[in-house]
């Protein structure tokens, strides 16, 4: 157990709907990464927050936001769904900033769009 | 931009040999090298990270070499196992950018 923990852990959901997934991090990291993983396919890095601000982004399409709250726990927002974004979404934490900083993972939300 | 290519794509070793993936980097700054292994539905976990101050690391049946001149790195698994069997991520990053993970390379161990 890595001490992030991400719910729910199961989503199915129609196209064009929009739905929430929610991640905690470990206690004491401020940083929280988005990773949407499809599958048999590698890591692809969506966006990262720390201390509540947005530091870094990756390929996170305009359809996806996310934000992280003042108790550090961070969302992501998925609408108008399509098909394809049915894939695994993982969230990670690190107690700083830089991309040099261990990050670690929680168990994922699987996301089946219909 | 920066990159990370990892090779192979998947391996198949009978149980009991030797492990070897490895991974070439594009950003000359990075000093951090994650290597995260991925069981089938599971989260990816660190399983080793070294940093490029040293050249190479060791856990248990686990070791890590760094070839900062050559920008490449490489995992070793040494005495298999069918528990080894995972799908594993190499990653590059240096302090003030982003983390680039390669695509993954599906291992297998035959019994």
């Known amino acids: 157990d890595s001490g992030v923990t991400q719910t729910p852990k199961h989503l199915i959901t129609a196209t064009g709907q929009r739905v929430t997934l929610r991640c905690s991090p470990r206690?004491?990291?401020?940083?929280v990464y988005w990773y949407q993983q499809s599958l048999d396919q590698g890591l692809q890095f969506l966006i990262q927050?720390?201390?509540?601000?947005?530091?870094a982004k990756g390929n996170i399409l305009e359809r996806f936001s996310a934000q992280q709250f003042p108790d550090l726990h961070s969302e992501l927002n998925l609408s108008s769904l399509e098909l394809g974004d049915s894939a695994l979404y993982f969230c990670?934490?690190?107690?700083?900033?830089?991309?040099?900083?261990?990050?670690?993972f929680g168990p994922g939300t699987r996301l089946t769009v219909l | 931009g920066e990159n990370v290519e990892q090779h192979p794509s998947t391996l198949s070793v009978q149980e009991g040999d030797s492990a070897v993936i490895k991974c070439t980097y594009s950003?000359?700054?990075?000093?951090?090298f994650p290597w995260y292994k991925q069981e089938l539905g599971k989260r990816p976990q660190l399983i080793i990270d070294?940093?490029?101050?040293?050249g190479e690391k060791k856990d248990q049946r686990i070791a890590v070499t760094l070839n900062k001149t050559a920008k490449h790195f490489s995992l070793h698994i040494t005495e298999t196992q069918p528990e080894d069997s995972a799908v594993y991520f190499c990653?590059?990053?240096?302090?003030?950018?982003?983390?680039?993970f390669g695509s993954g390379t599906r291992l297998s161990i035959r019994p």
């Open positions: 990670a934490s690190s107690m700083r900033s830089g991309g040099d900083d261990t990050q670690y």
């Open positions: 206690s004491g990291d401020l940083s």
């Open positions: 927050y720390y201390n509540g601000e947005e530091r």
């Open positions: 950003d000359s700054a990075s000093n951090y």
């Open positions: 070294i940093r490029s101050n040293v």
């Open positions: 990653a590059a990053s240096r302090g003030a950018s982003k983390i680039i």
